[in-house]
Nanobody
Framework: QVQLVESGGGLVQPGGSLRLSCAASRSVLSLYAFNWYRQAPGKERELVASITGASGSTRYADSVSGRFTISRDIAKNTVYLQMNSLKTEDTAVYYC?????????WGQGTQVTVSS
């Protein structure tokens, strides 16, 4: 199992930016993939972005493609989600998820609120 600690959420106006961080308790290279999910009130949890641990290949949901960027810092064992051009519909609790060879771990979640 790997422990994940998220940070970086908050309140931002539409059009603004935030960067979320997900610090892992072991090397990101030892894990198959990292994902960022989000869940808005009354809605199902949605996969937002993914990055593989070894190669750093990325994938995005259509709703965030071109606005969000997922990246990893191997030295810091940290995965980031840079969110630009935020919209009110991006408001949700964002969760970091790590997939290993036989484990799946979740962070505690961080609230992102986009409002004027």
């Amino acid at each position: 199992q790997v422990q994940l600690v998220e940070s970086g959420g908050g309140l931002v106006q539409p059009g603004g930016s935030l960067r979320l961080s997900c610090a892992a308790s072991r090397s990101v290279l030892s894990l198959y993939a990292f994902n960022w999910y989000r869940q808005a009130p009354g809605k199902e949890r949605e996969l937002v972005a993914s990055i593989t641990g070894a190669s750093g290949s990325t994938r995005y949901a259509d709703s965030v493609s071109g606005r969000f960027t997922i990246s990893r810092d191997i030295a810091k064992n940290t995965v980031y989600l840079q969110m630009n051009s935020l919209k009110t519909e991006d408001t949700a609790v964002y969760y970091c998820n790590a997939i290993g060879s036989s484990t799946t771990s979740w962070g505690q979640g961080t609230q992102v609120t986009v409002s004027s």
